[in-house]
């Protein structure tokens, strides 16, 4: 039957696995939350009537509130990861240092972003949360630039991998294209990351970023983690 045939289908096995993850659903609330915040903006600037506007900036809200709820206690991951790469012995120098400041800054994000739950929900007020708020952009953005610079280095540390094989032979052909692929994702990791930059940015300051440019490189951040963890889930 058609019923079945949906049902079993590889493709909706995968989705239940990709849906059953924190992440996964984390990565599709992110997408659609900073569409709406892009779409906003473009209907605002397009004079568009407030009705219009109201619904997006509810799921603004109310996304992204949801969003904070399911980060709570995430960091302890990140400060063990820093914990983990630290201890690491040998290797790389530059890449192990790096590596921790980007799982310390991203603790330090979720660490303060947890302490500011109570106010977001309106439980308990205190005026502390938008101080906290901004040293949480502040770790998040120290943690963006250890992972973009991690990415450079890496990148480079592949070239010089890349100058040393020979294509000539068997081993060398797929060293090669190990080599591509590895490449390939430290690209897809920079972009997003130097999209992710443009929220810590904005929110601090730091540039005059508007709505526009802010939710349209948030989406695509997201829509290249939905992808991550999509293959993940495979």
């Not at 709406?36 to 799921?59: C, D, G, H, V």
């Not at 610079?149 to 010089?160: C, I, V």
């Amino acid at each position: 039957m058609v019923a079945d045939a949906l049902i079993y289908h590889p493709s909706v096995a995968h989705y239940l696995r990709y849906v059953a993850t924190t992440a996964g659903r984390d990565k599709l609330l992110r997408t659609v939350q900073y569409f709406s915040r892009f779409y906003a903006w473009y209907l605002y600037r397009t004079n568009a009537p407030a009705s219009s506007l109201a619904p997006l900036e509810a799921i603004k809200k109310q996304f992204g509130l949801a969003r904070k709820l399911m980060r709570v206690g995430k960091n302890v991951e990140h400060f063990r990861a820093a914990a983990v790469a630290a201890d690491t012995k040998g290797g790389d120098a530059i890449a192990k240092y790096l590596s921790v400041g980007r799982q310390l800054g991203y603790a330090g994000y979720l660490t303060f972003d947890a302490a500011t739950v109570l106010d977001s929900v309106g439980i308990k007020k205190w005026d502390g949360a938008k101080r906290l708020t901004r040293e949480a952009y502040r770790a998040w953005f120290a943690g963006l630039i250890c992972s973009a610079l991690g990415g450079l280095y890496f990148r480079y540390k592949l070239g010089e991998r890349e100058a040393a094989v020979s294509k000539e032979d068997g081993e060398g052909v797929v060293e090669s294209k190990r080599i591509q692929k590895e490449r390939a994702a430290l690209n897809l990791q920079l972009i997003s990351d130097l999209c992710d930059m443009t929220v810590p940015t904005a929110a601090l300051g730091l540039a005059n970023l508007d709505d526009g440019i802010v939710g349209l490189a948030g989406t695509v951040s997201s829509l290249i983690g939905v992808y991550g963890v999509w293959k993940k889930t495979t």
